[in-house]
């Protein structure tokens, strides 16, 4: 059982790791923008990842390499969609609107600004203390 593992399912799942990988690489290059970049970074890389990773521990003779990959895998599934959320976050609060093709939508919801800002002021909560204001609204600062 464990040839037919190591034979088989374990060169096809690195095979497919090494292709989502590529295929995020692509992504990277090929898409037009920031948001569907960071997304073609964020699914296929972790995916490709988490695919290669199953493919070492099938192939691994020892239960602490096994452990060691799966901590691995986890910590790779928790970081990069967590990163990837806090760079769509950030990028949205800097005023990156995502491009919207006109066949994909017919009306521009009400809450979605029809002029980008060039600037949007980003305050955390440390510059509210130094101000001295702790529930002051960003845009009344001087």
């Given at each position: 059982m464990?040839?037919v ?5 374990a060169?096809?799942?690195?095979l497919?790791g090494c ?7 692509v992504?990277?290059?090929r ?9 073609a970074?964020?699914?296929?890389d ?7 990773l199953?493919?070492l521990?099938?192939?691994?003779m020892s239960?602490a390499?096994v ?10 599934l ?8 806090a760079?769509?976050k950030v ?5 990156v ?10 009306e521009?919801?009400?809450e979605?600004?029809?002029e980008?800002p060039?600037?949007v002021?980003i305050?955390t ?9 702790e ?7 001087t």
């Open positions: 464990v040839d593992l190591q034979t088989f399912v060169p096809v799942l690195l497919a292709f989502f990988c590529f295929a995020g690489g992504g990277i290059l898409f037009p923008e920031f948001f569907t970049r960071m997304h970074a964020g699914v296929s972790t995916l490709g990842a988490g695919l290669v199953v493919a521990m099938l192939f691994s239960f390499e452990i060691k990959l799966a901590l691995i895998m986890a910590f790779i928790i970081t990069s969609p967590t990163s990837s959320h760079l769509a990028a949205v609060r800097a005023g609107l995502p491009v919207v093709t006109p066949e994909v939508v017919t521009v919801p009400p979605v600004p029809s980008v060039s600037e002021p305050e909560a440390m510059d509210k203390k130094a101000r001295g204001d529930g002051g609204d960003a845009s009344k600062s």
